[in-house]
């Protein structure tokens, strides 16, 4: 029976976010926050789709500063969303943002610690301490700012930004990923800071679910009940984006865990609401459809039937109410049955859903994040011809169906999700894209009218 895990609620601008309140829906702006009016307008766009909090990058100080232009320009049209300001690799500028925003996200992989370069470091275990320590003398004054303006924070671990610090101790691990967000933890509760919200995020769903899972875990253990942010992070576009964020956001609400949610698209950031309220709504229901399909589960293969009339509404529910039982390993086929649709499409539905919960590759995996401000070409047209280099390349080149392919915007996450890329395609500047093989960079700086068929070539030639 679904029971939602036991938080407290932490006040976002006045938006309760845990405890009994509802789950909550949001979404992140892919404007460049210097563009006020497009940012204003923005925002209003995911507010009226029903988005309750809206985030924007904040790469420096004047972008944070800005982010007064924005909150005032909305507030002036009588739109009252909480905004939250991103913000990587400058704690001087969450500094700067927590006065002004509602709530500050923060990444534990580059808060503190350098930019990773992937290179293993020996500590003592007393050198490993005073690392842990240099965190706090810079964490604790941040968090003395939120607190004189009633600012909340969020503690924002994704899988492809995590230290070089943490991943020479733990590895590119889950338990490294829970580590680095135990430790700005700790010292919230040392100093008393309770406007917290957390998430660990991977676009791998078996990562992000076992992760989240092991959190939750190591938070009883250390009696904190932090209410908790799901997400797939560069979850794709079009159904598969659908299909990913499903799978890993609604095995976990499944279980009571989650208290709000982004599904993370590569299209425009309203877009992403109705997916999210979906999700939301189909809890009951998908919950008690899994306990059915666990108990009936046979010859590893579990079979759901629905009578749903809207396809991306049977896409969704399906994703939900199978993702954990294939993420755990209790089965490794899948049937979809729902009258109304032809046994080809549900054949396709079954193996999307199976290959989301890395059960089953039958075609190229696109990996990408959904932008935002730090992203410097045009995202939705890149991947449209991504993949259609790819679709065209694939029949004489049936190899393809293996690959992952990542594309990202920047660098914050892209080439740490190149972990569990093959290949990636890198925003490095305006107009200029760079190649990875894994998370080595093979080729800097190319135009990025160029870049599509040298990345083509790249994977061709190996």
Not at 344 to 361: P, T
Not at 398 to 416: A, F, R, T, Y
Request: glycine share 10%.
């Amino acid at each position: 029976m679904y029971k939602r895990r036991e938080t407290t609620a932490v006040n976002v601008g006045g938006l309760l976010i845990g405890g009994d309140y509802p789950i909550r829906v949001q979404s992140m702006a892919n404007t460049s926050t210097m563009d006020t009016e497009g940012s204003i307008a923005q925002a209003v766009r995911i507010a009226e789709a029903g988005g309750e909090l809206v985030r924007f990058t904040t790469q420096g100080q004047r972008e944070a500063l800005n982010m007064a232009a924005i909150r005032d320009g909305l507030r002036a049209q009588g739109c009252t969303v909480p905004l939250v300001a991103d913000v990587h690799f400058n704690p001087a500028v969450a500094d700067t943002a927590a006065t002004i925003c509602e709530k500050v996200r923060v990444n534990p992989g580059n808060y503190v610690d350098p930019g990773r370069k992937f290179k293993h470091i020996d500590y003592t275990d007393a050198e490993y301490a005073a690392e842990v320590e240099k965190i706090a003398e810079r964490f604790v004054p941040f968090l003395n700012i939120c607190k004189a303006h009633g600012t909340a924070i969020r503690i924002g671990v994704n899988h492809g930004s995590l230290s070089d610090r943490i991943m020479s101790r733990y590895g590119d691990t889950p338990e490294g990923m829970v580590e680095s967000c135990m430790e700005f933890l700790r010292i919230c509760v040392r100093e008393q800071f309770k406007d917290v919200v957390i998430s660990i995020k991977a676009s791998n769903t078996v990562v992000m679910v076992r992760t989240v899972r092991l959190l939750v875990n190591q938070m009883d253990r250390e009696g904190m009940a932090f209410p908790l942010h799901l997400g797939v992070t560069e979850a794709g576009e079009g159904e598969d984006g659908r299909i990913k964020s499903a799978v890993g956001i609604g095995a976990l609400l499944c279980e009571g865990i989650g208290d709000t949610i982004r599904v993370s698209l590569s299209e425009a950031p309203e877009r992403e609401i109705p997916v999210a309220r979906k999700l939301v709504e189909s809890i009951g229901e998908c919950a008690e459809k899994r306990e059915e399909a666990r108990a009936h589960i046979v010859d590893d293969k579990v079979t759901v039937d629905f009578a749903e009339t809207d396809w991306e509404t049977l896409q969704l529910k399906a994703s939900m109410t199978v993702g954990a039982l294939l993420i755990d390993g209790l089965a490794h086929d899948l049937e979809i049955r729902n009258e109304g649709f032809s046994q080809e499409k549900l054949k396709g539905l079954s193996d999307a859903v199976l290959q989301a919960a890395r059960v089953k590759f039958t075609k190229t995996e696109f990996i990408s994040c959904p932008g935002c401000g730090r992203t410097l070409y045009n995202l939705e047209a890149t991947i449209a011809r991504i993949k259609a280099a790819f679709a065209a390349a694939t029949p004489a080149h049936p190899e393809l169906k293996s690959l992952k392919i990542g594309i990202m915007g920047c660098i914050v996450n892209g080439p740490g999700e190149m972990a569990d890329a093959d290949f990636g395609y890198v925003g490095a500047g305006v107009g200029k894209v760079s190649l990875y093989k894994g998370k080595e960079c093979v080729e800097k700086n190319i135009p990025e009218e160029e870049a599509v068929d040298r990345l083509m070539g790249l994977v061709l030639s190996l």
